[in-house]
């Protein structure tokens, strides 16, 4: 059983950056992938970034890119997603999953992870 605990979220102006964390409560946490994907109100649940098991391979969706950065604390099981330049268009609730087989780089998407935290809300104001 993989729990996920997400922490982090908040307001902020645009511009402005968040980083967000999650706690993965597994001891299989160092054969996972762990994602951040994020669903705005009306939205499907849209993919932004991942990071392989062993941290050697992240992906990334196309609005995170040159903007987010995911890292992975396997000492730790922690994963951060740091973003900077946040804008209106991010503001959603973001949730940490985990994913037990590879992803593919241009494939992302909330199918390929099994199990979800709770989210955290994140909002950017103009």
């Known amino acids: 059983q993989v729990q996920l605990v997400e922490s982090g979220g908040g307001l902020v102006q645009t511009g402005g950056s968040l980083t967000l964390s999650c706690v993965v409560s597994t001891r299989a946490f160092r054969s996972q992938n762990i994602g951040w994907l994020r669903q705005a109100p009306g939205k499907e649940r849209e993919f932004v970034a991942a990071v392989s098991w062993a941290g050697g391979s992240t992906y990334y969706g196309d609005s995170a890119k040159g903007r987010f950065t995911i890292s992975r604390d396997n000492a730790k099981n922690t994963v951060h997603l740091q973003m900077n330049n946040l804008k209106p268009e991010d503001t959603a609730i973001y949730y940490c999953?985990?994913?037990?087989?590879?992803?593919?780089?241009?494939?992302?998407?909330?199918?390929?992870?099994?199990?979800w935290g709770q989210g955290t809300q994140v909002t950017v104001s103009s």
């Open positions: 999953a985990a994913a037990s087989y590879p992803l593919i780089k241009g494939m992302e998407s909330a199918r390929n992870f099994e199990s």
